[in-house]
């Protein structure tokens, strides 16, 4: 099947700075998401970009499906952006059986 | 409220005593999922639904039954439950198998 992963594995920032996330995966993909588990548990969708670049708000996110990578960009980071984030990918004709990477945990200092 | 719903958020059982996570979605989404979390193996899936009567097995089926008789709900049944499916359960939805929206969770203890 296919691998995901995720880089860094642990990102910690003061409040106000930019990241940026990093996801590889190892085949072509029909599918690719961002997700953030916040502190509470509770895994809220970010984007679905299996190519292409996409923003909402202070996030955006690019994948390169050619290269066979994503990224996701946090600018001017809040406390409220802590948590873990996932990517999770599909390929071939298995469109619904997501694949997660292990995450990236974010602490969002004050 | 469009949203995922997900049945019981806490539950302690023991070894052996059959149970059911329900799972239900008000969206009419074609396709639902279960997924497991457990520290440092990070999510993986269960089982899939693409349609009504139509399932398939995840990466982790071992242990669990699914049905979808109808298109909103998709119960994860546990017949005979061991400490090692004590985890955090999601049940997800899409409408294509796309944008997928996660339910709150489910965590299980089996003791």
């Known amino acids: 099947g296919i691998q995901v992963e995720q880089s860094p594995p642990d990102l910690i920032l003061q409040e106000g700075a930019n990241s940026t996330l990093r996801c590889n995966f190892s085949d072509s993909v029909n599918n690719l998401q961002w997700f953030h588990q916040n502190p509470w548990g509770q895994l809220i969708n970010l984007f679905y970009i299996p190519s292409g670049t996409k923003q909402n708000g202070r996030l955006s996110a690019t994948t390169v499906a050619t290269e066979r990578y994503s990224l996701l960009y946090i600018s001017s980071s809040q406390t409220t952006d802590s948590g873990v984030y996932f990517c999770a990918v599909a390929g071939g004709t298995s469109y619904g059986k997501l694949t997660f990477g292990q995450g990236t945990i974010l602490t969002v200092h004050p | 409220e469009a949203q995922v719903t997900q049945n019981p958020r806490y539950l302690i059982t023991v070894t052996g005593k059959k149970l059911t996570v329900t799972c239900s979605q008000n969206?009419?989404?074609?396709?639902m999922s279960w997924y497991r979390q457990d520290p440092g193996l990070g999510l993986r899936q269960i089982y899939y639904s693409m349609n009504v009567e139509v399932t398939d097995k995840g990466d982790v089926p071992e242990g669990y039954k699914v049905s979808r008789k109808e298109k909103r709900n998709f119960p994860l049944i546990l017949e005979s439950p061991s400490p090692n499916q004590t985890s955090l359960y999601f049940c997800a939805s899409s409408p294509t198998g796309g944008f997928y929206t996660f339910g709150s969770g489910t965590r299980l203890t089996v003791v």
């Open positions: 969206m009419n989404h074609e396709y």
